[in-house]
């Protein structure tokens, strides 16, 4: 079974300075796609990134940008020029690529809370 | 465009009590998905379905029910409420199936904050 670790419970960070979240996981599958979403207090589930782990270029979306790093099993976000908006629960999410018959499912990791200071 | 909505915001249960938590997405979209989220836990997935008339169990089936009548709609039942069933539960969905589900997002609803007392 596949499991996702996120080592940090809680991060701050000052506006305008860059952060890194981190985010682990375990599988056997050699092909699966990794996600981050953002839950801010609203509560709603946001999609931030995503990463085919085929791909070897690293994922970028405006200020958010993944090290992707396959032989360790790691998939690290960072948050460039950190906004108050950015203040949120973030999850890692890993999902091994479907195949005919098999299951579908996201497994998500525990969630870091990062809180953004002005 | 409503995308995916779950009604009830918010529910409070005595033990024992049966409801049912509504889903229902105006996308198509083929996918979708029950979770519940605890706090220090993430998010886990109760039951999925890949198409209307098709459902299968997920990481913390116990205690749910499932059903996809319709592509719309996929409620999600507890037949007797337990306080460990205290929670936030999400409905999700998504397009697509083989090789193109992973392009598709996730698109989640607003969740239902359920207490069982």
């Known amino acids: 079974a596949q499991t996702v670790t996120q080592s940090q419970p809680e991060m701050s960070v000052q506006e305008a300075e860059t952060v890194t979240l981190s985010c682990t996981y375990d599988t056997s599958e050699n092909n699966y796609y990794l996600f981050w979403y953002k839950q801010p207090p609203s509560r709603q589930m946001i999609l931030v990134i995503r990463q085919e782990a085929y791909k070897q270029q690293n994922a970028t979306e405006n200020r958010f940008s993944v090290n992707f790093q396959k032989a360790a099993k790691s998939f690290s976000l960072k948050i460039s020029d950190s906004q108050l908006g950015d203040t949120a629960m973030y999850f890692c999410a890993f999902m091994k690529q479907f195949t005919q018959g098999g299951s579908e499912k996201l497994v998500f990791g525990k969630g870091t809370k990062l809180t953004v200071n002005p | 465009n409503a995308g995916v909505t779950q009604t009830p915001k918010f529910q409070v249960l005595k033990t024992g009590q049966s409801m049912t938590l509504q889903c229902a997405q105006d996308?198509?979209?083929?996918?979708m998905s029950w979770y519940r989220q605890d706090p220090g836990m993430g998010l886990r997935l109760i039951h999925y379905s890949v198409g209307a008339g098709i459902t299968d169990q997920g990481e913390v089936p116990n205690g749910y029910n499932v059903s996809r009548s319709t592509t719309e709609d996929f409620p999600l039942r507890l037949l007797s409420a337990a306080p460990s069933q205290t929670s936030v539960y999400f409905c999700a969905s998504r397009t697509g199936q083989g090789p193109l589900l992973y392009n598709s997002p996730l698109h989640f609803g607003n969740g239902t904050r359920l207490t069982v007392t």
């Open positions: 996308m198509n979209h083929e996918y």
